[in-house]
DNA sequence: AATATTGTTAAGCGTTACTTAACAGCCATA
DNA sequence: TATGGCTGTTAAGTAACGCTTAACAATATT
């Protein structure tokens, strides 16, 4: 029982976060980094990393928690995509 | 407001979910990984990867989330130790 | 004494996040 | 119409990181 649903990737809820009239280039001015991470991240093409996290958390007034860890699920859920080897459950001494 | 502590690293706190007679090489055998990776992540070297976690995770009986959350709470307060550049607040519109 | 096993370091590979340069598409204005 | 400035995306290069196998010194085993 965990996650069972795709979850959606952390560029697609920033998308929301940013008004409607913001352009990419605008937003990149105020984040102080080029189009180019910006518009990937958009994209899905690259994750959002700590640092990441914390100029948005800045700009935007959330918590930086709220965009690691959205990248942290999206990460599990792919990585739960892909064959796990089997592991056998580590048996523990009763305390 | 916020992490004031220097969070521990996930693989000092792994190091006290291993048995006391455990071998990292046995436990790596469990984990289906290299000596090399465990021994790295023990000795706070190498992070916490998703695919980490899940192995963590079903070896040990635990949730993924808590060996990948940890490492995202390192890597933040990592990222906060480096100076971060002034990122002025963006002004929302009132609803 | 010789051999095996321990944990760590070295070296190499693949992936990823970042940058700047280059590009095609759109809009304004001369 | 052309021309110049803006948009967002792609291309190319760099640095960092996680993973592997090989190699090593130290310790244990036979």
Same mark, same amino acid.
């Given at each position: 029982?965990?996650?069972? +649903?795709?979850?959606? +990737?952390?560029?697609?809820?920033? /998308? ?9 280039? $605008? !937003? &990149?001015?105020?984040? $102080?980094?080029? /189009?180019?991470?910006?518009? @990937?991240?958009?994209?899905? @093409?690259?994750?959002? &990393? !700590? ?26 859920? $792919? !990585?739960? $995509?892909?064959?796990?080897? @089997?592991? /056998?459950p580590l048996?523990?001494? !009763?305390?």
């Open positions: 029982m965990s996650r069972m +649903h795709n979850p959606a +990737h952390p560029g697609e809820v920033l /998308r929301e976060w940013l008004p409607e009239n913001m352009t990419v280039t $605008q !937003a &990149t001015k105020e984040l $102080q980094i080029s /189009r180019v991470t910006l518009s @990937k991240v958009l994209n899905g @093409k690259a994750g959002i &990393t !700590a640092g990441m996290s914390l100029r948005l958390a800045a700009w935007l007034g959330t918590s930086p928690d709220v965009w690691l860890g959205m990248q942290t699920q999206w990460d599990l859920w $792919q !990585a739960e $995509q892909q064959p796990t080897p @089997k592991i /056998r048996e523990r001494l !009763a305390a």
